[in-house]
């Protein structure tokens, strides 16, 4: 499998048999190149979320983390759900398990959980909604003013949404091993070299708080500075009139943005700022998956009625 050619074949096969077996190949905007190619829909996990829940597909293989395979089999429980590496987690949903999530209820029993997507379906089961970051200032502002929140597991993007929305909230301290690496050093090195491009920085990021506060003081669109998930990066940078990006996220957003974007140039901010997770899905264990149906991820009925309504709630408020 070791040559270009040998790589396109196998991708060629991979495309045969989501056809033979009927299924639906979802792949993050954090996954490897090839991943992307193949997959038939590429996207940021509210995006996936929603083309999980309508697919008429009977398989579902999700190119991404376990959590985003375990919301994939929430919403369709009736069908068939692969990840093609079980090992493939997150650092952020490791952050806080359902226990600590109880604890922390108890110590605020009136309280509203908002509950960052990256998390176990444990946790969602304990939560009243869940968000992903293209939607959470919306999730939080549907919630009645005198709620009181808590907010998990994502420190950055936390501070990041009760700045924008002025709520006061009680937020989990955990945090993205990737994104939290990325600093304002890295921020203010780039853009010394790229003065006039758009700075595109993902709510994760350990470089938002600090800009977010600065950027909160002047006009943003001034400044170049813009805080966007993923799939809100693809749409600036369709948009947009600059040709140059500065992109403060994980690195394999960069492929998408440039095959979108061929006639532009997107520079990362950190190119260390890469996840050992989503890189674990490679094209040979995406093939294994779909020939052996392997390995399903499949999530105790009791816990999923209870994390359903979280979930639905997140994809209804876009």
């Known amino acids: 499998m070791g040559t270009v050619v040998d790589k396109e074949q196998l991708m060629h096969e991979i495309r045969r048999l989501a056809r033979e077996r009927n299924a639906v190949i979802l792949a993050h905007n954090y996954q490897i190149s090839e991943i992307q190619e193949v997959a038939d829909y590429v996207g940021d996990s509210l995006g996936l979320s929603m083309e999980a829940a309508k697919t008429s597909a009977d398989v579902i293989v999700f190119c991404g983390v376990h959590f985003m395979a375990e919301t994939a089999s929430i919403l369709c429980p009736d069908k068939i759900v692969l990840i093609p590496d079980l090992e493939a987690g997150c650092s952020l949903a490791q952050s806080i398990n ?176 890469l996840c050992k997770y989503m890189k674990m899905i490679t094209v040979e264990k995406l093939y294994e998956s779909l020939r052996d149906l392997k390995y399903e991820v499949k999530v105790p009925d009791d816990i999923a009625n209870r994390a359903r309504l979280a979930i639905e709630r997140m994809i209804s408020i876009v």
């Open 98 to 273: 359902a226990e600590q999530l109880a604890e922390w209820k108890k110590r605020h029993p009136n309280a509203v959980v908002v509950s960052y997507v990256n998390t176990s379906a444990e946790v969602k089961a304990l939560s009243d909604y869940c968000c992903t970051s293209a939607n959470a200032v919306k999730v939080v502002k549907a919630i009645p003013d005198d709620k009181e929140i808590l907010f998990l597991p994502d420190l950055f993007l936390g501070t990041y949404v009760q700045k924008v929305t002025g709520r006061k909230m009680h937020i989990w301290p955990g945090e993205c091993h990737v994104h939290a690496g990325i600093r304002p050093s890295d921020v203010d090195k780039r853009t010394e070299e790229f003065p006039d491009a758009d700075l595109l920085i993902h709510p994760e990021c350990g470089c938002s708080s600090p800009f977010m506060y600065y950027a909160s003081d002047n006009d943003l669109k001034t400044q170049n500075i813009f805080f966007l998930s993923t799939e809100g990066m693809t749409r600036h940078a369709r948009n947009s009139a600059k040709n140059t990006f500065l992109v403060a996220t994980e690195v394999g957003m960069l492929h998408r943005l440039r095959k979108e974007n061929p006639e532009k140039r997107f520079i990362p901010v950190a190119e260390e700022a």
